[in-house]
């Protein structure tokens, strides 16, 4: 091993190993640092995984209501209903009003075509004032098929004469 007649000699090559382990070190600690946590399992998300039953809601006898607006004929979030079968889903007109204070006077819901995810034969729904359509049952889904959007078309009349249509759906699930 050779030795260095003055020690100071191997000040340099101390600080270079020095300044390798602390860099090391730090870039240990940067990689901990940028690793994100676990995520935990969402409470929603945007797919079928997270979507339920009314039904299975505590507190909930598994009727679905749909309000009708007089501002945009139903809430966004209403824009596509997810129902079970055996559940029971009605529209209502809601209580507000438009900005010019108007309410909803009426509307008519209709299914195109042979479209109908309810158990009943198929029909068109009118009400009228704060008035509700009828509960209708969802159909059970056809074996080994998956969830369809069923369209269906909505025209609300407010108090003041004026009418207009949406289009949401409606989106039976299993059980």
């Known amino acids: 091993m050779k030795r260095y007649a003055n020690p100071l000699a191997a000040l340099p ?8 382990v ?4 730090a870039c240990k600690k940067e990689e901990q ?31 679905v209501e749909i309000a009708v607006h007089p501002t945009a004929g139903i809430a966004l979030e209403d824009d596509m209903v997810f129902v079970c079968a055996g559940e029971r889903v009605h529209w209502k007109a809601a209580a507000d009003t438009d900005p010019q204070g108007n309410t ?3 509307f008519t819901i209709t299914f195109p075509g042979n479209q109908w995810p309810f158990k009943p034969p198929q029909q068109v729904f009118t009400a009228g004032g704060q008035a509700s359509t009828p509960d209708q049952e969802v159909a059970d889904l056809p074996a080994n098929s998956r969830p369809t959007p069923f369209k269906y078309k909505i025209v609300v009349t ?18």
């Open 22 to 25: 602390v860099l090391l070190a």
């Open 104 to 106: 909803v006077q009426s």
């Open 13 to 20: 090559f101390a600080a270079l190993l020095l300044a390798c």
């Open 33 to 63: 640092a940028v690793m994100p946590p676990p995520v935990p399992r969402p409470a929603k998300a945007n797919n079928l995984k997270y979507v339920d039953c009314n039904r299975h809601i505590a507190g909930s006898a598994g009727t």
């Open 158 to 175: 407010k108090s003041n004469g004026d009418t207009f249509t949406i289009d949401p759906h409606v989106i039976p699930m299993g059980s």
